[in-house]
């Protein structure tokens, strides 16, 4: 069976913290892929990443860096210097390469930036 | 990327009746599924729709409440029918390729009264 855990219901921050949302999940499979999105206030996912299990390398974008390790299952998404746009639930999927390609979902973190 | 546009965008309907939501992409893609996301909810796979043949269900899913077509690569509908108060969500369309990223339409926000 396939899981994705998003311990963290809601994170509250002060603008300029870094924040770190935790990502941990299950499968069988060997190969895979991991996403994160963005669903803002106004409703519409926004694809951040996306990383095959075959590449552990770490990525950074700008603000948005993403640590994946096979070896505990997880795939935890930081944000630095948190800013106020950044507040939003953010999503962090699974999608099995093989039996139809589907993609399941954690239940989501709810970041809250305060200025 | 894909571009997904949904239609409506949003809908208050009454008990009993149904509404048929329509998902346009602006490329062919390989996969095409629906999504369900209850208030304050992650996001629910309702199914996968298949080109030409008969879409794919998840558990707690079947094609009497929820009939999908997919007549070609870029098009798909999913009806809601027979709808109650406990069908209010947003359903979302998504699209993608097998090896690439999977992007998500802007939604469409139902309220069954």
């Known amino acids: 069976a396939q899981k994705v855990t998003q311990a963290q219901t809601e994170i509250s921050v002060v603008e300029k913290e870094d924040v770190t949302l935790d990502c941990v999940y299950e499968?069988?499979?060997?190969?895979?892929?991991l996403f994160w999105y963005k669903q803002p206030p106004s409703g519409e996912l926004v694809f951040l990443i996306r990383r095959n299990s075959f590449d552990e390398q770490n990525e950074i974008s700008g603000r948005y860096s993403w640590n994946f390790q096979k070896s505990t299952s997880s795939f935890n998404f930081t944000i630095t210097a948190s800013q106020v746009v950044d507040s939003a639930v953010y999503f962090c999927a699974l999608r099995r390469n093989t039996g139809g390609f589907k993609t399941i979902f954690g239940a989501g973190t709810r970041l809250f930036v305060k200025a | 990327s894909a571009v997904i546009s949904q239609k409506p965008s949003r809908d208050i309907c009454q008990r009993g009746t149904s509404l048929t939501i329509q998902c346009q992409v602006d490329?062919?893609?390989?996969?095409m599924f629906w999504y369900r996301q209850q208030p304050g909810q992650s996001l629910t796979l309702i199914a996968t729709?298949?080109?030409?043949?008969?879409?794919?269900?998840e558990s707690g899913f079947v094609i009497d409440k929820f009939p999908i077509s997919r007549p070609n690569l870029t098009f798909s509908t999913l009806t809601v029918s027979n709808m109650s108060p406990e069908d209010s969500s947003i359903y979302l369309c998504?699209?993608?390729?097998?090896?690439?990223?999977?992007?998500f339409g802007p939604g469409t926000r139902l309220t069954v009264l």
């Open positions: 729709a298949n080109q030409g043949s008969e879409a794919t269900y």
């Open positions: 998504s699209a993608g390729a097998i090896d690439n990223e999977q992007f």
């Open positions: 490329s062919q893609v390989t996969m």
């Open positions: 499968t069988r499979d060997t190969t895979y892929y």
